[in-house]
């Protein structure tokens, strides 16, 4: 091949709340990707592009993976292991305050029989000390012979650049798919979409906020730098309603106010942004794009 560029896919894989998505977003530097407290918080795979010097390289984060009961669940889960039919090179992600059980193990077992480059992540770093990390390092080599295993903390950027060198090593030689300004596969909107349903995480608590859909019902470019947005909030009961509101709608308006510094920073514009709460009580999740 004559190409000079490489380009590939690198699935972001682990349990929930490990750190992928804050991992993705570091990599890129910039937040496509959701991130909470909360498990679950993602629910498909969003990709993030990172297009510099002659390499491509297309990060998909994925929802954690755990042992799914509900339908809902099972659909996660699906999508997570389907991000592989693409991977050139997985990252598997592991919470390094956390040991290495069964669970962890079991799943970088099967994750390393794809035969796709691996690269091992022992994430949240800046909470552990170097025993604890050196005996998790230890085990994972012992019981799964994976060697390639890099300590990062991507909330504080460390060890963030070596991982990408190492990446880009790692990606093969082809022509790029995206073109340089673009920087992920998902719509403004859904992205948008997402910002509202991080702070509804952030606020609402319990098992509330897995039962909310959010939707743009209008996206009106009022100039080249402002944009309207109304989303409508789709609950299941009419007391989440109330609980979404808060005491004097103190509550939604935190929402809203945090959600729309996130669109306008993500967007560079000015927003308003105009959150409706509505109730349906079959609430679907549908995919976003
Ligand atoms: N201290 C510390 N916290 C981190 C680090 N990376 C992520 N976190 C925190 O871990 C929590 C989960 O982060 P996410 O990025 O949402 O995790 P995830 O793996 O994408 O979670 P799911 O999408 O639910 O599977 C958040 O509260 C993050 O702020 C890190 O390097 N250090
Ligand atoms: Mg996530």
Redesign the pocket.
């Known amino acids: 091949m004559k190409s000079s560029t490489k380009c590939g896919y690198v699935a972001i894989i ?12 570091a990599m890129v530097l910039k937040k496509i ?11 498909t795979q969003i990709q993030a592009i990172l297009s510099k010097d002659c390499s491509q390289v297309i990060f998909i ?4 993976i755990f042992q799914p009961r509900k339908q809902k669940e099972k659909a996660l889960v699906r999508e997570a292991w389907k991000s592989l039919d693409l991977a050139d090179v997985i990252i598997f ?1 592991h ?1 390094a ?1 956390k040991d290495m059980k069964e669970e962890s193990l079991s799943l970088l077992r099967e994750i390393s029989d794809n035969k796709i480059e691996l690269i091992v992540v022992l ?5 552990v000390d170097k025993e604890k990390l050196l005996n998790l390092i230890d085990v994972i080599k012992v019981k799964n012979g994976a060697s390639n295993i890099h300590l ?5 950027y ?1 060890g963030v650049v070596g991982l990408i060198d190492d990446v880009k090593n790692k990606i093969p030689i082809g022509e790029w798919i995206y073109s340089k300004e673009i920087s992920t596969n998902i719509s403004d909107r859904s992205i948008a979409e997402e910002f509202t349903r991080e702070k509804i995480y952030q606020y609402v608590h319990k098992e509330i906020p897995y039962s909310i859909i959010i939707e743009t019902e209008n996206w009106n470019e009022k100039s080249k730098n402002v944009v309207q947005i109304h989303q409508n909030i789709y609950v299941t009961a009419n007391n989440h309603k109330k609980i979404l509101l808060g005491k004097n709608g103190e509550k939604i308006k935190k929402i809203s106010i945090e959600s729309r510094l996130d669109i306008e920073s993500y967007l560079n514009k000015k927003v308003h942004l105009f959150l409706y709460i509505k109730l349906r009580k079959n609430n679907y999740i549908s995919s976003i794009s």
Do not use: E
């Not at 682990?14 to 977003?25: D, E």
């Not at 984060?61 to 954690?64: F, I, K, Q, R």
């Not at 994430?123 to 909470?127: A, H, M, Y």
């Not at 990062?152 to 504080?156: D, E, F, G, M, N």
């Open positions: 682990g349990l929930p709340n490990v750190g992928k998505s804050t991992l993705l977003n990707s959701i991130v909470t407290h909360k498990v679950q918080t993602t629910r984060d994925t929802p954690g992600v919470d305050t994430n949240k770093i800046d909470l990062i903390s991507a909330l504080k460390d």
